[in-house]
Every structure is written in structure tokens, then in C-alpha cells.
């Protein structure tokens, strides 16, 4: 296989050290990890791996098709978010993972089929996924083998009102559900406090470095690190002008190295003109417009030379507000060009 110009170094030490952090965070409660869109980009498997051999046992992906990926792995603990639809049923009966149920039709299908266990997903205000305490009090739920009873916070990174809300609302609705185990909170969730934890908390965009509140900043670590392989170094003369629509102009001759990374590999455009890429700890400024394929960036004065790489600045939090993306965004929109190493 030719080798890829794009490089994403993973870093498994701070992978299992922000799990831990958010384990000691989650108080008495297990700590799982979701893992869907393919381990937010990293790589489901090597996420999977990576945490179960540190003591995770509780595993969420959003599908069947991503669950498939990961049979090899023996995940007992191993959860379907988007439950069972009728195309779903041939997989989830082979027990390679437990069907979060989403809907009084999915009960009523996942029962028809012998049903099993299974964990549930309420509905407390999001909208978006969920039985309704319409659907427990008309029995839905009744008889159901009920691992996971779970629901999700919608403004858990907001000091929002809405937080307190929604867990008000679980510890009603989950009063009347006989179940192994309660779950609410995300990454931002277990920064409110333990009250969110309940059983399990469910941590996902923590684990690879993100920081969904300020109460994490001091325990979460970067984990994924962009680099890219210098195709050309060029001098731009002062007038000059680099990249589409001509949007920087040299202000001086000005050495210019371009690296083989754009917005089609998860590099976007909000970064024209304010992402970085490093070199021995200095930082590169972009230079004008990301496109597709490159970038070009400011190397005057360093020893950066055709085929060298170069580490783009991705500390996701810093990353996110100098691109205008969120830092979900950031993580999973990195592309099938890169090595993924180790």
C-alpha cells in the first residue's frame, strides 16, 4: 500500500488517561464511552480496544452496520443507540450487541422477534429520541428486559435550566420502568455533578480531547494530532498573492511551505487564514484560502523542506474557535486519507 502524505498520530496514553478522568468524575457510576462515527474519527476498533484493556465495559455505537464492524471484538457490553429497525432485526437477534429501543414500535418489534435484553432510550425534553411517559403509561414497557435505562441531556454544555429539567423528568418517568441500571449523562453531563450520573455515564467527545465545559479543561488531554507532508516550499515575493480569490497577499518576500491536507480531509475552510501548523513549537500561520487538497503556510526562518511533515495545531477547544466548527465536527470530519497511527 502506497503510504498516505496525511498522518493522524493517536495517542492511547491520554485516550485511557481522559477515561479515567471522567470515571473519577462519574463518582460511584460505571463509565462507558461512546464510540460511533467510527470512534469520532479515530477509529472504533482501536478505540475499543484501547479502553477495554483499561477497564471500560460499556460500549455505545449509533448502528447495526457499525456494531457488525466491531463483532470481532467480543464487546459484551456493546450498545445500538439508533435501536432496531426491521432491516436491523437479522443483527440484533445474532447478539453482538443490546438494541437501545427508541420507540413503542421498536418494543413491540424487538418483543414479536423473542425479545432479550435490550436497554431503553426516554424522551425528557429533546425531542429527538425516545419514549414518551405517554408510552410507559400505556404499558409499552411492561415485561421488557430493560438493561440500560437511559435518556440524554440537550444543553449539558449550557448552564441551562433545561439540565435540571430533563433530570427531573428521568427520575419521574423512570419510577415506573423496572431496570438494571439508569444513564443521563454525556461528557458535558458528568461535568455538572454526580447527581447526573446515576449508574453509567456515557462520555464521548471528552475521551478524544474535546472539552464541552470549563470544568473539564484542567482533565482532558489532547488525544489526536493531524499532520501532513510538505509537497512544495516556494518563495512568494512581496505583492504577491497566495490561493484562491487571492485573499493574502505577501507583505514581504515570505517563504511558503505547501502541505497536502484540505478541507476534503476535515481541514476546513475556517481555517483560511487562522489555522497553524507547528514546527518544533513554533506555530505556522495559514496562509490564505484552505482548498480542497492543500494549504499553504508561513515557514520564513524554519527548516521545513520538501517532504517533511508538519503537525497542524488541533487542540480541539483552541481549534474550534479559530475555525468556527465544533469540536464534534472536527474530530469526525477527518478523512479515510489519513494513516491513522499507531
Same mark, same amino acid.
Not at 19 to 48: E, H, M, T
Not at 122 to 149: F, V, W
Not at 248 to 264: F, K, Q, R, S
Given at each position: 500500500?502506497?503510504?498516505?502524505?496525511?498522518?493522524?498520530?493517536?495517542?492511547?496514553?491520554? !485516550?485511557?488517561?481522559?477515561?479515567?478522568?471522567?470515571?473519577?468524575?462519574?463518582?460511584?457510576?460505571?463509565?462507558?464511552?461512546?464510540?460511533?462515527?467510527?470512534?469520532?474519527?479515530?477509529?472504533?476498533?482501536?478505540?475499543?480496544?484501547?479502553?477495554?484493556?483499561?477497564?471500560?465495559?460499556? =460500549? =455505545?455505537?449509533? @448502528?447495526?452496520?457499525?456494531?457488525?464492524?466491531?463483532?470481532?471484538?467480543?464487546?459484551?457490553?456493546?450498545?445500538?443507540?439508533?435501536?432496531?429497525?426491521?432491516?436491523?432485526?437479522?443483527?440484533?437477534?445474532?447478539?453482538?450487541?443490546?438494541?437501545?429501543?427508541? @420507540?413503542?414500535?421498536?418494543?413491540?418489534?424487538?418483543?414479536?422477534?423473542?425479545?432479550?435484553?435490550?436497554? +431503553?432510550?426516554?424522551? @425528557?425534553?429533546?425531542?429527538?429520541?425516545?419514549? $414518551?411517559?405517554?408510552?410507559? #403509561?400505556?404499558?409499552?414497557?411492561?415485561?421488557?428486559?430493560?438493561?440500560?435505562?437511559?435518556?440524554? !441531556?440537550?444543553?449539558?454544555?449550557?448552564?441551562?435550566?433545561?439540565?435540571?429539567?430533563?433530570?427531573?423528568?428521568?427520575?419521574?418517568?423512570?419510577?415506573? +420502568?423496572?431496570?438494571?441500571?439508569?444513564?443521563?449523562?454525556?461528557? #458535558?453531563?458528568?461535568? !455538572?455533578?454526580?447527581?447526573?450520573? =446515576?449508574?453509567?455515564?456515557?462520555?464521548?467527545?471528552?475521551?478524544?480531547?474535546?472539552?464541552?465545559?470549563?470544568?473539564? #479543561?484542567?482533565?482532558? +488531554?489532547? +488525544?489526536?494530532?493531524?499532520?501532513?507532508?510538505?509537497?512544495?516550499?516556494?518563495?512568494?515575493?512581496?505583492?504577491?498573492?497566495?490561493?484562491?480569490?487571492?485573499?493574502?497577499?505577501?507583505?514581504?518576500?515570505?517563504?511558503? #511551505?505547501?502541505?497536502?491536507?484540505?478541507?476534503?480531509?476535515?481541514?476546513?475552510?475556517?481555517?483560511?487564514?487562522?489555522?497553524?501548523?507547528?514546527?518544533e513549537g513554533v506555530a505556522l500561520p495559514v496562509l490564505g484560502r484552505v482548498s480542497m487538497d492543500l494549504i499553504a503556510v508561513d515557514v520564513t526562518g524554519q527548516a521545513v523542506a520538501e517532504g517533511d511533515w508538519l503537525e497542524l495545531d488541533y487542540?480541539?477547544?483552541?481549534?474550534?474557535?479559530?475555525?468556527?466548527? $465544533?469540536?464534534?465536527?472536527?474530530?469526525?470530519?477527518?478523512?479515510?486519507? =489519513?494513516?491513522?497511527?499507531?
Amino acid at each position: 500500500m502506497v503510504p498516505a502524505p496525511l498522518r493522524l498520530r493517536r495517542d492511547a496514553d491520554a !485516550l485511557v488517561a481522559n477515561w479515567r478522568a471522567l470515571a473519577r468524575l462519574s463518582g460511584a457510576a460505571a463509565c462507558g464511552a461512546a464510540i460511533k462515527a467510527d470512534g469520532y474519527g479515530l477509529g472504533a476498533a482501536w478505540v475499543a480496544s484501547t479502553l477495554a484493556a483499561a477497564g471500560c465495559r460499556d =460500549f =455505545f455505537v449509533a @448502528t447495526w452496520a457499525e456494531a457488525e464492524a466491531l463483532a470481532p471484538l467480543g464487546l459484551p457490553g456493546l450498545a445500538v443507540l439508533h435501536g432496531v429497525r426491521a432491516e436491523d432485526m437479522a443483527a440484533a437477534r445474532s447478539g453482538i450487541a443490546r438494541p437501545v429501543l427508541n @420507540t413503542a414500535a421498536q418494543v413491540a418489534r424487538w418483543r414479536e422477534a423473542g425479545g432479550g435484553a435490550c436497554d +431503553v432510550m426516554l424522551d @425528557t425534553g429533546m425531542n429527538r429520541l425516545g419514549l $414518551s411517559a405517554e408510552d410507559l #403509561a400505556a404499558g409499552a414497557l411492561d415485561g421488557l428486559a430493560t438493561d440500560t435505562l437511559m435518556s440524554h !441531556l440537550a444543553s449539558a454544555d449550557d448552564d441551562s435550566p433545561r439540565n435540571a429539567d430533563q433530570r427531573r423528568r428521568f427520575v419521574a418517568m423512570a419510577a415506573g +420502568v423496572r431496570a438494571e441500571r439508569l444513564s443521563l449523562a454525556n461528557s #458535558a453531563g458528568i461535568a !455538572l455533578g454526580t447527581d447526573y450520573a =446515576f449508574d453509567l455515564t456515557r462520555p464521548g467527545l471528552a475521551l478524544y480531547g474535546g472539552v464541552p465545559r470549563r470544568e473539564l #479543561a484542567g482533565a482532558i +488531554v489532547q +488525544v489526536a494530532r493531524p499532520e501532513a507532508q510538505v509537497l512544495q516550499r516556494r518563495r512568494v515575493r512581496a505583492g504577491e498573492t497566495v490561493g484562491y480569490n487571492a485573499t493574502w497577499a505577501a507583505p514581504a518576500d515570505t517563504e511558503v #511551505a505547501i502541505l497536502n491536507i484540505g478541507y476534503a480531509d476535515g481541514y476546513w475552510r475556517g481555517f483560511s487564514g487562522r489555522g497553524r501548523a507547528m514546527c518544533e513549537g513554533v506555530a505556522l500561520p495559514v496562509l490564505g484560502r484552505v482548498s480542497m487538497d492543500l494549504i499553504a503556510v508561513d515557514v520564513t526562518g524554519q527548516a521545513v523542506a520538501e517532504g517533511d511533515w508538519l503537525e497542524l495545531d488541533y487542540d480541539l477547544p483552541r481549534a474550534s474557535a479559530e475555525s468556527g466548527m $465544533s469540536q464534534y465536527e472536527l474530530l469526525t470530519g477527518l478523512g479515510d486519507r =489519513f494513516d491513522r497511527l499507531p
